[in-house]
């Protein structure tokens, strides 16, 4: 069983910046892409980031690019997403996930992701 756990949200000001953080367990973290999305106050999920397996390849939704940074260190199962320049619309629940095996690189699809954290609520006040 896959388990991702989510943490680092919490409540900045505009054009501040936060770390999330997701560790999972239940797989060899190496060997699967991740990804984070992310779900505003009465709005859909959306996706944010994605990095690859070897993380030479990340993807950024072009509302945070430049501005958000995901890494990851698969030595400690962990995948970081840097959020700085934050805005008022960056509000919402944020969370990882990963994707099957046999895909090397991220997606922009959710359904492309099969098991998902219990997401980290970032507020940004104006």
């Known amino acids: 069983q896959v388990q991702l756990v989510e943490s680092g949200g919490g409540l900045v000001q505009a054009g501040g910046s936060l770390r999330l953080s997701c560790v999972a367990s239940g797989r060899i973290f190496g060997t699967y892409v991740m990804g984070w999305f992310r779900q505003p106050p009465g709005k859909e999920r959306e996706f944010v980031a994605s990095?690859?397996?070897?993380?030479?390849?990340?993807e950024y939704a072009d509302s945070v690019k430049d501005r958000f940074t995901i890494a990851r260190d698969n030595a400690k199962n962990t995948v970081y997403l840097r959020m700085d320049s934050l805005k008022p619309e960056d509000t919402a629940v944020y969370y990882c996930a990963t994707r099957p095996q046999q895909y090397t690189l991220g997606s922009r699809s959710i359904g492309a992701y099969d098991y998902w954290g219990q997401g980290t609520l970032v507020t940004v006040s104006s």
């Open positions: 990095i690859s397996k070897n993380a030479a390849i990340p």
